[in-house]
């Protein structure tokens, strides 16, 4: 492909994650303990969605961590082989498969409530789930790979990972034990998913199509 391509990201509604915050108590609701440690995942239980490998590394950090819970929301074919993986890995007692949650209220919630945003898919596009973490001021762990290497900027409300499962739980584990630096991200990733409003790339858009409007018609005069 020869002809110039612009890449122009997919937009975040950010007002529908700045609703009245749920008035229901998450931790409550699923019987969580209020002091447990809550890593989440949002998205498709899908095979290339790498979930496992989340699953995988959780053991290092309940070492540090024990209070530790790893949240699995969404639905998808690779549901009964992940809760195999995690009886496998002696983990299914620190993780919990929340299934499909409704994005108008028991999502947020699940947003807000988790320490770290957790994510290791190698096959994104984008990784909007990423954005919508950070809109809501929950500091993310991921690696970095297709998509996700272009929404991720290291220190923007995230912390960016090795695909391996030694620095990934490290990651995680710094996080955890480091309320100053969660603090910090979390107000990060607030602004920094702000510069990804719906409205900045519809302009991004209008833009480029007057730049191409001005060449075609500059090219047609000369």
């Not at 209070?67 to 809760?83: K, N, Y």
């Not at 409300?157 to 990934?168: R, S």
Request: charged fraction near 25%; glycine fraction near 6%; hydrophobic fraction near 45%.
């Amino acid at each position: 492909v020869t002809t110039p391509i612009t890449v122009i990201a997919t937009g975040l509604a950010l007002e529908a994650f700045c609703l009245p915050q749920d008035q229901r108590d998450f931790r409550a609701h699923y019987d969580l303990p209020q002091e447990a440690r809550l890593l989440l995942y949002v998205g498709r239980a899908a095979f290339e969605k790498n979930i496992g490998f989340l699953i995988d590394m959780l053991s290092q950090v309940l070492v540090e961590h024990p209070t530790t819970w790893l949240i699995i929301t969404g639905e998808g074919p690779a549901h009964d082989s992940l809760v195999k993986r995690a009886q496998e890995m002696g983990v299914s007692d620190a993780v919990l498969f929340l299934g499909y949650l409704d994005r108008n209220g028991p999502l947020q919630a699940a947003y807000r409530a988790a320490d770290v945003f957790v994510f290791a898919s190698r096959t994104e596009t984008q990784g909007l789930v990423l954005l919508e973490a950070m809109a809501l001021g929950t500091p993310v762990v991921s690696t970095a790979m297709m998509g996700t290497r272009d929404v991720l900027k290291e220190g923007e409300g995230c912390l960016i990972a090795e695909d391996n499962h030694d620095d990934f739980a490290a990651k995680v584990n710094r996080l955890l034990s480091d309320d100053t630096l969660r603090q910090q991200l979390a107000e990060r990733a607030q602004v920094y998913a702000a510069s990804w409003h719906e409205d900045a790339k519809s302009a991004e858009l209008v833009t480029l199509y007057r730049q191409l409007t001005a060449e075609r018609c500059e090219n047609t005069h000369t």
